[in-house]
């Protein structure tokens, strides 16, 4: 599996329609959950550390959507760790630099800083929104990371132009397009080499499982990535590869909901008297405001919402918001007063009231 059945089918459509059994007759519509740790020899699998039918059909899936290979991790720091293994090593003599984005994701940040720190990288962190900044620290550069849209502060890469720039000096091209998601972006399509996801997030869309991915076209890339899996062991469970399958069905429909909501919501929160900043890349489900009153305003606004839900992660079909700076590692570049906002499918209104009324406290 992992190679989408008919390409020529809209994404919408093979969300829906790839990842299933054979039609044979009785069989079922869903691949079921494949609780094996091991199978009969002479198959391709072999164990459970290396393959498992209910992953594979989550793959296929998502290798479809983004036109490559996927393989998917426990979660998508482990699916990170993957890609970073892939990374030379500054201790063993090689040159190793790494171009990372200001803000992103803490945890593929600290663990960027601690293979750093480790001495086996180095590691240049520009404002990817700049391209011609991202381009000057290409120049020697192993690996350029990307997140697009950016945690928290959403700014947008053009993976394109540094795919390009990347690859004239021999970098490999890395996406997180956990906020975009492949219906909104398709990073493999643009020139970049990999493309991980944090599947926890809007792919899944229910908030109750963590599963991560990485998708490549590169058989090599795919091979190492594979290696590393088995090697290393920060594999998913069959459960966890259902669910997310399961989620990944409805992502057209929810992603088109929350993305009108968002939308609408941001219009109204820039007339909001409390509203200073607001942040939003002009499409997804993920927006982010600066309001009144610094980290003190936003505290009382994210513990006064009812209906909207003070939690960290996001793409959930419930509305979750939080202040990011209550998280001690989160960069200092982003203001005090952020709070970041994912929007599930509730009604728009009733939303709009929850938030307005909570920002009145700001
Ligand atoms: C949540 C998240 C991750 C980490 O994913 P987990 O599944 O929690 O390990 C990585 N990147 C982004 C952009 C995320 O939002």
Redesign the pocket.
Known sequence: MAISRDPALSAQTRLVADGRPDPAPDAPLNEPVAFASTYHAGGERGYGRYGNPTWEAFEEVLGGLEQGRALTFA???AA?SAVLALLPDAAADADAVVVAPQTA?L??LDQLRERRDAGRIELRQVDVSDTDAVRKAAVGAAMIWL?SPA?PTLEVAEIDAISAAARDSGALTVV?N??ATPLLQRPLEQGADVVVH?V??LLSGHSDV???ATVVRDDDLFARLDRHRRLHGAIPGPMEAYLALRGMRTLGVRLERAQATTAELVRRLRDHPAVDVVRYPGFGTICSIEVDGGAAGADRVVDAVRLWVNTT??GGVESTLERRRRWPAESETVDESLIRMSVGIEDVDDLWRDLARALDTA
Do not use: Q
């Open positions: 979660s998508g720091l990170s994701y945890g593929v997140e945690n997180d956990t906020f944090s926890t997030k963590l599963l991560g992660s996001l």
